[in-house]
DNA sequence: TGCCTGATTGCCT
DNA sequence: GGCAATCAGGCAA
């Protein structure tokens, strides 16, 4: 939950045949292990979710809806469940590249979504378990910090647990997916 | 093996 | 504002 509130800010790059692509992190969702029906994990470790119960830095990709990837951050020690789900991003490097990806040039709509962000930085379910901090996809703070405003809200799109306090995100950021 | 659910998006009315 | 698209994983049989 502290870690969802942390990464607010924080630079996520990806980098593969076509470039390097890269974005700073506006919004999050905290998903604990036990106690929170809507995470993956709180069914106990499987072949999927295995990676939410391994060391923290690490990336964990799912499939949701037969058609979009979604990328979280495993955030607690190795042993215990813990990720965070990044939500938007705004655009620093390889915006070409997004939006040829996207199929849209709206710089605000690139990746204001988890399944945006993912198909515009071209992150798959391949890249579950990947390590962040060797890459192809890595996450480090910003060369300059700036200065935001945190909001706090109920998370979205889910139908477990959706009253906790849990999503994250820039207060008036208009890379924000909703709000 | 087969059914069903889902942390979404974008197209259609 | 409504709803279809589309598939991996979890669970029952």
Do not use: Q, W
């Not at 979504?113 to 480090?140: E, F, N, Q, Y």
């Not at 200065?147 to 979205?156: D, K, L, M």
């Amino acid at each position: 939950m502290e870690a969802a509130r942390a990464l607010l800010g924080k630079i996520v790059a990806h980098t593969d045949a076509h470039g390097t692509t890269a974005g700073r992190i506006v919004e999050t969702e905290a998903y604990l292990g036990a106690g929170d029906l809507a995470a993956h994990s709180a069914r106990g470790e499987t072949p999927r979710t295995k990676v939410i119960f391994g060391p923290p830095g690490h990336a964990y990709v799912y499939l949701i809806y037969g058609m979009y990837d979604c990328l979280n951050i495993v955030v607690e020690p190795e042993g215990v469940a813990g990720c965070v789900l990044v939500r938007a991003l705004e655009p620093t490097d390889g915006i070409d590249e997004m939006k040829r990806r996207r199929g849209i040039e709206k710089l605000e709509e690139l990746a204001n979504g988890p399944g945006k962000l993912t198909r515009a930085m071209g992150i798959t379910l391949r890249h579950s378990g990947a390590d962040l901090t060797r890459g192809p996809i890595t996450v480090h703070p910003p060369e300059r910090e700036a200065e935001f405003a945190i909001a706090v809200s109920r998370r979205i799109g889910i139908t477990k647990s959706a009253d906790l306090p849990l999503r994250f995100y820039m207060k008036g950021n208009r890379f924000v997916s909703r709000g």
